[in-house]
């Protein structure tokens, strides 16, 4: 799996429609400050389905929306395209070529969708799971990050291994199927006090 491609549009201080291609060799994006670097990861970042607006410098979600300038009035939408090349079918999808996008309007609502099919939230962060690119993976470690590792307890240092270790989803799996073995319990004790009534 590679990065492909990334297009943003009017997210954080890209107004404008842009795309950069990332070509092999590239290994950099330089700029001044405050050009843009960090929205650019911050961008990959939401796309694969970052769920934290704090996360992204902001206090709610619709602030990752270009918020006008002195030049320029604010827009009311932002838009991310992410596109890997998948021919070695790394992610769980068929195609050999697999883009991800996500909307945001100003009123709050979102648009999800994985190779122009509308899903949900849940079906992006589902798809990167386990694959070193899901949201507690080492694959984007933004600044601050390095030392909140070194400082973090024992247990959250071992959520990262286990995400990196691909055990994170089954993990996850063994937790919901534990809540839904609990529910059928519950429901069989009651169908037992209703024999014992009726009898
Ligand atoms: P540095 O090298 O200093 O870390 P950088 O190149 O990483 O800088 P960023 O932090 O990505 O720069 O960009 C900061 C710029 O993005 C600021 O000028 C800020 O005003 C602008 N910005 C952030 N959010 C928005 C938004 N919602 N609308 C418009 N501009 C925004």
Redesign the pocket.
């Known amino acids: 799996m590679k990065l492909k491609s990334l297009v943003i549009n009017g997210f954080?201080?890209f107004?404008d429609k842009t795309e950069i291609n990332f070509q092999p060799g590239m290994t950099a994006i330089v700029?001044?400050?405050?050009?843009?670097?960090?929205?650019?990861i911050?961008a990959i970042r939401w796309v694969l389905g970052e769920q934290s607006a704090k996360n992204l410098?902001?206090g709610k979600m619709p602030?990752?929306?270009?918020?006008?300038?002195s030049e320029r009035a604010?827009l009311n939408r932002a838009e991310v395209l992410i596109t890997f090349d998948n021919h070695d079918h790394y992610l769980n999808i068929k195609s050999d070529e697999v883009t991800v996008a996500r909307k945001i309007y100003r009123d709050g609502n979102s648009d999800f969708l994985i190779n122009g099919q509308q899903v949900r939230l849940k079906d992006i962060v589902n798809l990167f799971m386990d694959t070193g690119l899901g949201r507690e993976s080492f694959s984007i470690i933004s600044?601050g990050r390095v030392e909140a590792i070194f400082n973090s307890k024992p247990q959250e240092r071992r959520a990262i291994i286990e995400e990196v270790a691909g055990v994170f989803k089954y993990k996850k799996e063994k937790q919901k199927a534990e809540l839904e073995l609990a529910e059928t319990k519950d429901h069989l004790e009651r169908v037992a006090d209703i024999v014992d009534e009726l009898k």
């Open positions: 954080k201080s107004a700029g001044p400050n405050g050009s843009g670097k960090s929205n650019i911050e410098r902001g602030d990752v929306i270009f918020a006008g300038s604010a600044q």
